[in-house]
C-alpha cells in the first residue's frame, strides 16, 4: 500500500513505538502503537483545516477507483451492486472550475462506494471499488 511505513522508531526500557502507518503530510494520517495501545494521529493542514481521513486507492489493486486530483465531488453515480461497462462514468471531481469525470477501468460491479455527493477529497483518496464480474 502506498505511504505505508512500518518498523520501530525509538525503544528504552520503558517504551516501545511502532509507527504502523502514515501518509505525507499533505495525506496527514499517522497510526502508531505506544505501551501496547495502537494510536491514531489527525494532522490538521496549514490553515488549521482537518486533513482527508478516509481511504486510499491502492495503485496496485485494478478495482480501486482514485480521485485524480484534489477537489469535491460534484457527481456520484456509482451505486454499489450497480453493474457497468469499463468507462462508464462513476464520479465528477471539481476544483478551481476544472471537471474531471471519473470512469469506470474495467467492466464489473461496484462492491464499495467510499465518498458522497459533495465530499472534499484529495489526490488519490478511495472513491469506488469495481469487482470484475
Known amino acids: 500500500m ?3 511505513a512500518s518498523g520501530e522508531l525509538a525503544t528504552t526500557p520503558a517504551l516501545l513505538l511502532r509507527l504502523l502507518f502514515t501518509h505525507s503530510l499533505a495525506r496527514a494520517s499517522l497510526r502508531y502503537v505506544i505501551g501496547g495501545r495502537e494510536q491514531h494521529v489527525k494532522v490538521k493542514d496549514a490553515q488549521g483545516d482537518d486533513a482527508f481521513d478516509g481511504e486510499y486507492a491502492d495503485a496496485d489493486d485494478a478495482n480501486h477507483v482514485g480521485a485524480p486530483m484534489p477537489g469535491v465531488v460534484e457527481g456520484f453515480s456509482a451505486k454499489a451492486g450497480q453493474v ?50
Open 2 to 4: 502506498p505511504g505505508c
Open 84 to 133: 457497468v461497462e469499463e468507462g462508464d462514468e462513476l464520479a465528477v471531481v471539481c476544483a478551481m472550475k476544472m471537471e474531471i469525470k471519473v470512469k469506470a477501468p474495467h467492466a464489473g460491479k461496484v462492491s464499495r462506494t467510499l465518498v458522497q455527493l459533495g465530499d472534499k477529497v484529495v489526490e488519490g483518496a478511495l472513491l469506488v471499488v469495481v469487482e470484475p464480474l
